[in-house]
């Protein structure tokens, strides 16, 4: 390279860079989020819309969302965290589970670039979520952080001293589908038996409710009333009013959450877990700490913390921008 090549000017000046905005998308099985984000922060709420089914009403929610923000900001590009994998370079799905029935194969970047010009990035949404936990003061030191999202699946992202592992086929994270039973216990909507989310999801948790009230009556639990229309919030709530069989139930949800990260764990010696994700509420750090440690080599056990997300549950949509803006950052300056 020579040297006026070298000093070439960048496209966008320091002032320009701290004010750039990107409109940041979280995608997951239940629910669409999204906020524009500035430096890593989220300009006020994110609005919030519940996943249609099925490819082209997901598609036409997007184009709806993304042209409502345009009206009200100038954005610099779109960064969208989604469940399934992603082919992080072409934003095409190349796997997703039936949490998103035919999401797969969803040129995501190509069309809504070509909707909107604007740049876009497509992440993997737990990814999304590790890229910017792992940006988080008291994280940026940690040699492996595993973010974990509870919600509709278990999601995960590895950051390896500060980098982002997608592994050989962009798959890396897909944590949800480590196998923690055997015996064909339970399907999971990826089509695999007795995967880590068909128990530890908020899906599976009520499957693991559904069993446990099966010969309990509403004598000794009102939850057995219900089982069928029976939600994680009615288990929670039941919990927390002292409801004994609902207390035994995330009792058994925490011995759920624990296999998998003792699995994972042993595999990459993690100095940091982060539970995101709309179930991380209703964790209890302190017991499954415990059970965790209990359960691993005493070297492993040692290193390991489990903390809540700092984000508040928002470190898909501003990891998802964040990358927008990084990559727009980049662009200008080569
Ligand atoms: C599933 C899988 C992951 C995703 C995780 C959390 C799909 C559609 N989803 O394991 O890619 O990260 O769920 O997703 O393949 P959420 O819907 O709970 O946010
Ligand atoms: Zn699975």
Not at 148 to 161: A, K, W
Not at 240 to 249: M, S, V
Not at 262 to 276: E, F, G, K, R, S
Request: with cysteine; hydrophobic share 40%.
């Amino acid at each position: 390279m020579s040297t006026t090549e070298s000093r070439k000017p960048a496209t966008i000046d320091a002032i320009a860079k701290k004010s750039l905005s990107a409109l940041g998308i979280d995608l997951g099985g239940t629910k669409i989020r999204a906020a524009i984000v500035r430096q890593n922060q989220m300009i006020g709420e994110p609005h919030q819309i519940k996943t249609p089914e099925g490819r082209e009403q997901i598609l036409a929610a997007l184009y709806d969302l993304i042209a409502m923000f345009q009206n009200e900001a100038i954005l610099g590009g779109i960064g969208i965290a989604t469940a399934g994998i992603v082919d992080c370079t072409t934003g095409e799905i190349v796997g997703s589970t039936g949490n998103l029935p035919g999401w797969s194969g969803t040129k995501l970047k190509e069309v809504i670039e070509s909707k909107f010009l604007l740049p876009v990035h497509v992440e993997n949404d737990a990814n999304a979520a590790a890229y910017a936990e792992s940006r988080v003061d008291a994280l940026k030191e940690k040699k492996c952080v595993v973010t974990v999202t509870l919600g509709t699946g278990i999601g995960g992202g590895i950051v390896i001293e500060g980098k982002l592992y997608h592994g050989a086929a962009w798959g890396a994270g897909e944590i949800g589908h480590i196998k923690i039973a055997q015996d064909n216990k339970r399907m999971c909507t990826c089509g695999l038996f007795d995967c880590w989310e068909a128990f530890g999801s908020g899906r599976g948790l009520v499957i693991t409710a559904q069993e446990m009230l099966q010969n309990v009556s509403a004598d000794q639990s009102p939850l057995a009333e219900k089982t069928e229309s029976l939600t994680t919030h009615d288990i929670f709530a039941a919990a927390d009013q002292d409801d004994f069989i609902a207390k035994k139930i995330v009792q058994r949800w925490h011995e759920h959450i624990m296999h998998g990260l003792v699995c994972i764990a042993h595999i990459l010696n993690p100095d940091c877990y982060v539970l995101t994700g709309g179930l991380s509420d209703f964790v209890d750090f302190e017991l499954l700490k415990e059970m965790v440690i209990d359960r691993c080599l005493p070297r492993i056990a040692d290193a390991i913390d489990i903390r809540k997300s700092e984000l508040a549950g928002q470190a898909g949509i501003i990891g998802a921008a964040q990358f927008a803006l990084d990559e727009l950052l980049t662009a200008s300056q080569s």
